[in-house]
């Protein structure tokens, strides 16, 4: 009972403040409740405190853009993610811990750079390259476009 509880408040409340917060609604919106809980303790596990404001929103705006199925919701392919997913019995967590993962630590390694450019291209580059061999059609160059179009939508609402 207790449990049930508890999952109930963690479904319905807002757990996360700022532009975390319109993050959390916004994977609300597209993917229902309870992935939105799994959302904010991805975030909430893999995004330091005083950033989440600022990447949370990335994250979720990466969730529109690579608009995955089942065991690709964020892009992620990695045998990493894979084993997670296979031993959760679970995909979306992993895929949204992975992808929250991943844009901290590009975070940390722009700013250790000197922050060149901006952000989200030099998380392009890492996350989605152009002219990766899994992307035969091309795509990946519209990847930085869609997510600052998301990341920004994403911030608004």
């Excluded at 319109?22 to 799994?38: F, H, L, P, V």
């Excluded at 969730?63 to 979306?92: C, I, Q, S, W």
């Amino acid at each position: 009972m207790l449990r049930t509880l508890l999952l109930l408040l963690a479904l319905t409340a807002p757990a996360l403040a700022g532009g975390a917060s319109s993050a959390s609604s916004a994977i609300r919106a597209k993917d229902g409740a309870a992935a939105a809980a799994k959302f904010d303790d991805a975030v909430r596990v893999n995004i330091r405190p005083e950033l989440r404001d600022q990447l949370a929103p990335i994250v979720a705006a990466i969730r529109h853009a690579e608009n995955g199925a089942a065991g690709r919701e964020y892009g992620v392919l990695g045998a990493g993610v894979r084993r997670d997913m296979k031993r959760k019995g679970d995909t979306y967590r992993p895929q949204a811990g992975w992808c929250a993962a991943t844009v901290q630590k590009t975070y940390d390694r722009w700013k250790k750079a000197g922050s060149p450019g901006d952000f989200i291209t030099f998380l392009g580059k890492r996350y989605c390259p152009v002219g990766a061999d899994n992307d035969p059609n091309g795509l990946n160059r519209h990847w930085v476009k869609n997510v600052r179009h998301w990341t920004a939508k994403v911030r608004k609402s």
